[in-house]
């Protein structure tokens, strides 16, 4: 047999053999397959309203210690527009957050008016529950302080008397202030591809590519037990060499990776709208994509054969490899969106091998991948992959 | 013919693992030849494992030279001390999987399985994963993948260890047939009774080199002072000392 088919020849027989290892382990494969499949169930529905530049409103229950008609007013005109109630004290309100009868509350303090009768955003105090969402208290604070100036507003109009047509024209001064005339808020890639992030388009990719790095854990199981148990040596002598059985091993879990991908992506694109949340958009650049998720699967299968080859026994690969995903993982804004990180750890995001595939992965999914772009990110990819793979012949080599 | 004719030379042999000052393996010559069987002796520790990894090819030596004599070049086939095959696997698998991958024609693969199933007697545990079989079944198992090689020099190490009277009374039947078959045998063991009924000489180590080598009656009625030896564990217990070495 010339040489070539007889490595591709071993190369397969290498890989066969490892599917069926991994078919025939249970932990091993829900891993693979059922840990980001759930991950990204529970990511969508918790990022979504995270992702979002339009957050919803959260229910608000009022208490007026302000006995003012102005104070009354206000408050009717809000109740007639949000999803509100009214109740009598402090003690009611606390008790109708707490249950969750409403998810926020406001009170208006008795000395909401100054004493020049002039309404003070400061004596209005917002009260949530523990699982209010950071942006929504501030989206209800930020209509709070709209709505008040709207009433200061017409205050002042009705005490201008004739002069606030002079000032205003014929304009009704009540779409002055109009918490409808908000600036919208677009991010590039929207304005490129007019698509936007949701938290599907953000979790599928992100859990996918962490699904796709916990190979280490297969990968691991076997390597380590060929070596230990000299079934290593064995296949030496049998004239296969280290860089065919490495080679046989990327082949068989890249494989593998693309069966978790059209995994993720039905989950995403089938399952997700049928449990009530926005679907997976498929209108991607095929060619893009199929080079990323190359490059990704080469570098998780050549980071896990590197953990393998330098831990002395499995609980030590899956401590040190389940460790390091989680950490890249953090890192890489998988766990977390980038977008919510500070600054300085963006920027140390983009030295993750994690954060390249998942810088790649979503420009891919939201349909704006630029070639040089792409092009660096499946570049460090492949860097990082031969790195990963030349330091683990190095080591098995050393071992003997 | 190939009778005794030498198929593996190794000569003044050294080796010493990274960071070590002293070496592992020290000085060692050995020829192994057709027909013949080695028994390769010594205490836990004293080298016989690295040096059957030098013999293999997998180490090599800084010192010395080894040579395996032919053409074509001998074949070369161990069997490890531990079980050096899938445990999720069954006993076919496995010897498909290690069969597949010498590259050879499919009907000579079916031929070489069937013929290590027969001599091993494993035609019941076929489809048996061997991780579920007793301790014999995965000896013969690990004897059976290494006859699929068809070797003409055959390294064992350790190969009954923790097999029952029965299963070890077939596996030095099996290296008996290799001897007949013309292979070179290399036997390290600590079982002096398994050494005096295959092998024809014997080598002895400790600390790395070679303490004593020849024939079996040659080294029991050698010109050493307490010689006579009764039987090969007094000889043994004689060059290597009484002390414990684990």
Redesign the interface.
Known sequence: MPPIRHYLHQILMIARKEWTLLFRNPHGLAVLFLMPAIFVLVMSFTLRNTLTTQIDMPTTGWVLENGSRQAKLWAQQWLDRYDARMYATRHDLRNAIASGEVQSGVLVLGSWLDSTGVPDSKQIEIWLNHKTQPAAAARLRAELVLSVMQVNLKMKMAAAGPFANMMTGNTDITKLLDDNNIPRIRYLYEIDSGRTMTAVQQTVPAWLIFGMFFVVIPIAGVLIQERNDGTLKRLEIFGVSKTVILGGKLFAFMILNWIQLAFMLIVGYVLLPLLGTDGLSLEISLFWFICMTFAISAAAVCLALLIAAYSKTFDHAAALGGGINVILAAIAGIMVPRMLMPPGLQKISEWSPMGWALDGMQMVFLGVPETQFMLIRIGLLLCFTSLCFALSIIRLERHR | MNENRPVLIAKNISFCYPGQSEPTVFNINLTLRRGEATGLLGPNGCGKSTLI?IL????KPQKGSLQRVGNPTPS???V??????????TCL?NLR??G????IPKHDIDNRIAQAVKDCLLEPFLEKRAQECSGGIRRKLNLA??LL?RPDILLLDEPTVGVDPQSRALLLALVKKCLIDGCAVLYATHYMEEVSAVCTNIVLMDQGSVLASGSLSTLLTSNDSHAPFQDLDTLFIHYTDRSLRD
Request: avoid cysteine.
């Open positions: 990894d293999t090819g997998l180490k070369l086939a161990l490890p001390q531990d079980y050096a095959f899938y445990p999720q696997l698998e999987f290690f597949e991958i010498l590259s993948i290494a090689q």
